[in-house]
């Protein structure tokens, strides 16, 4: 099991930016791929972005491409999402997710079930 613990949430204007970090302790963070999801109130958690467990590889979802940017630094066993051109529809809770790895380039479809490990989540409003 890897504990993951989300920051940078909070409240910012449209067209504003924002960085979530999320820290991984326990289990050797290198060993797993990292997902981005949300889930705003009444809606599904939904996939946002993901990254392979040695960096090189990344998916986001067509609603954020070209305005977030997944990354990860195995060395501070942290994830981030930063988030550019924030819109009224990104508010939502974000999650951190792992899912342990067999591959350094693999990343898990972009569903729930693939990933075993969540974060508490992290709050991110935008007003319009």
């Known amino acids: 099991q890897v504990q993951l613990v989300e920051s940078g949430g909070g409240l910012v204007q449209a067209g504003g930016s924002l960085r979530l970090s999320c820290a991984a302790s326990?289990?050797?963070?290198?060993?797993?791929?990292m997902g981005w999801f949300r889930q705003a109130p009444g809606k599904e958690r939904e996939f946002v972005a993901a990254?392979?467990?040695?960096?090189?590889?990344?998916r986001h979802a067509v609603s954020v491409r070209g305005r977030f940017r997944i990354s990860r630094d195995n060395a501070k066993s942290t994830v981030y999402l930063q988030m550019n051109s924030l819109k009224s529809e990104d508010t939502a809770e974000y999650y951190c997710?792992?899912?342990?790895?067999?591959?350094?380039?693999?990343?898990?479809?972009?569903?729930?079930?693939?990933?075993?490990?969540w974060g508490q989540g992290t709050q991110v409003t935008v007003s319009s």
């Open positions: 990254i392979s467990r040695n960096g090189g590889n990344t």
């Open positions: 997710a792992a899912a342990l790895a067999t591959d350094n380039w693999v990343i898990p479809e972009s569903y729930v079930g693939e990933y075993d490990n």
């Open positions: 326990g289990r050797t963070f290198s060993s797993y791929a």
